[in-house]
């Protein structure tokens, strides 16, 4: 069975730091894609970062993270994470990590919290 656990999530004032953290189980995630999406009470779900799965630096932020977030994966840990930075209350939502292979499986984690007050 494969499972992605996302942990890290909390409540934080604005300024703070969180680090959401994506645990993979059932798959190696050297062969996935990870993203991150995030969805705000009353909002769509959006995309917020992406990791390429075979080169790390090739990176994806939306707009409104860029220079504040920072995605990466620890294939030694089949992990991924999201540091956040400098949050703003606008940063409230459930966080997601999905992973997505090139043959187009794909798969989501159940979300994590992130509050942050102002």
């Known amino acids: 069975e494969v499972q992605l656990v996302e942990s890290g999530g909390g409540l934080v004032q604005a300024g703070g730091s969180l680090r959401l953290s994506c645990a993979a189980s059932?798959?190696?995630?050297?062969?996935?894609?990870i993203q991150w999406f995030r969805q705000a009470p009353g909002k769509e779900r959006e995309g917020v970062a992406c990791?390429?799965?075979?080169?790390?630096?090739?990176?994806f932020y939306a707009d409104s993270v860029k220079g504040r977030f920072t995605i990466a994966t620890d294939k030694a840990k089949n992990t991924a994470s999201l540091q956040l930075n400098m949050l703003k209350p606008e940063d409230t939502a459930v966080y997601y990590c999905?992973?997505?292979?090139?043959?187009?499986?794909?798969?989501w984690g159940q979300g994590t919290q992130v509050t942050v007050s102002s």
């Open positions: 990791i390429s799965s075979v080169d790390d630096e090739d990176t």
């Open positions: 059932g798959i190696t995630l050297d062969d996935y894609e």
């Open positions: 999905k992973a997505r292979e090139q043959n187009g499986s794909e798969y």
